[in-house]
């Protein structure tokens, strides 16, 4: 009976450490973003076209259901469109609420066609569904979000037009220098500073420096 106790402990435990894993590791690649954007942009924009050409090879290849595909392939058309103004989003625009809406459609009905399809005799595998959902499903999304920079965190100072130099999602570092704030970063650093004021409400100190001026 302990054993089965300890075994949920140890469940909890690893699931708070992956958490933290995965936290650090977004607000990391939203630092090297902020400081390649140009790159990430080209990146993205070759690797949209990639993944539509792998659906094309899917479809003539491995007989893949055409409308099915032709709706995954327009999902990405939309998703394209959020890098005209890369690296800056309003999370109020369109163009975003649609992607949003279509990262879950388009999971759905690739999740439903997976339960049900055979392609012939070959029994498909755990790999190849996980391979094409991680390629062709959530890579572009998860990209994208942490690629994409907020445009409602600038500051008041700073002028909120894209024509102009001081762009939506700026921000300043300590050398005066404006920096693109990523949407991951700024969502982490939420979720990090809620953590942090509810251990505080409690009388736990997670880091005593934090948020002060030393």
């Given at each position: 009976?302990?054993?089965?106790?300890?075994?949920?402990?140890?469940?909890?435990?690893?699931?708070?450490?992956?958490?933290?894993?995965?936290?650090?590791?977004?607000?990391?690649?939203s630092?090297?973003?902020?400081?390649?954007?140009?790159?990430?942009?080209?990146?993205?924009?070759?690797?949209?076209?990639?993944?539509?050409?792998?659906?094309?090879?899917l479809?003539?290849?491995?007989?893949?259901?055409i409308l099915?595909?032709?709706?995954?392939i327009?999902?990405?058309?939309?998703?394209?469109?959020?890098?005209?103004?890369?690296?800056?989003?309003d999370?109020?625009?369109?163009?975003?609420?649609?992607?949003?809406?279509?990262?879950?459609?388009?999971?759905?009905?690739w999740?439903?066609?997976?339960?049900?399809?055979?392609?012939?005799?070959?029994?498909?595998?755990f790999?190849?569904?996980?391979?094409?959902?991680?390629?062709c499903i959530?890579?572009?999304p998860?990209?994208?979000?942490?690629?994409?920079?907020?445009?409602?965190?600038?500051?008041?100072?700073?002028?909120?037009?894209?024509?102009?130099?001081s762009?939506?999602?700026?921000y300043?570092?300590?050398?005066?220098?404006?920096?693109?704030?990523?949407?991951?970063?700024?969502?982490?650093?939420?979720?990090?500073?809620?953590?942090?004021?509810?251990?505080?409400?409690?009388?736990?100190?997670?880091?005593?420096?934090?948020?002060?001026i030393?």
């Amino acid at each position: 009976m302990f054993l089965q106790i300890l075994a949920y402990i140890g469940i909890v435990v690893g699931f708070v450490f992956l958490t933290l894993a995965i936290a650090s590791g977004l607000y990391y690649v939203s630092e090297l973003v902020e400081e390649h954007s140009v790159a990430t942009k080209k990146f993205l924009r070759r690797s949209i076209y990639a993944i539509i050409c792998i659906y094309i090879l899917l479809l003539i290849f491995d007989g893949f259901p055409i409308l099915l595909t032709l709706f995954s392939i327009a999902t990405y058309v939309i998703y394209l469109q959020n890098l005209k103004k890369f690296p800056y989003i309003d999370l109020k625009s369109p163009i975003f609420i649609a992607s949003c809406i279509l990262v879950v459609v388009n999971h759905y009905l690739w999740f439903n066609h997976f339960s049900e399809a055979r392609y012939g005799s070959k029994i498909i595998t755990f790999a190849e569904v996980s391979s094409f959902f991680g390629i062709c499903i959530w890579f572009i999304p998860f990209a994208l979000f942490v690629s994409l920079s907020a445009s409602d965190h600038v500051l008041p100072t700073m002028n909120n037009q894209y024509g102009s130099g001081s762009a939506a999602g700026n921000y300043q570092d300590n050398n005066g220098k404006k920096k693109n704030q990523g949407l991951a970063k700024v969502v982490v650093g939420n979720v990090r500073e809620f953590f942090y004021q509810v251990s505080r409400t409690f009388g736990v100190e997670l880091d005593p420096n934090h948020g002060r001026i030393i």
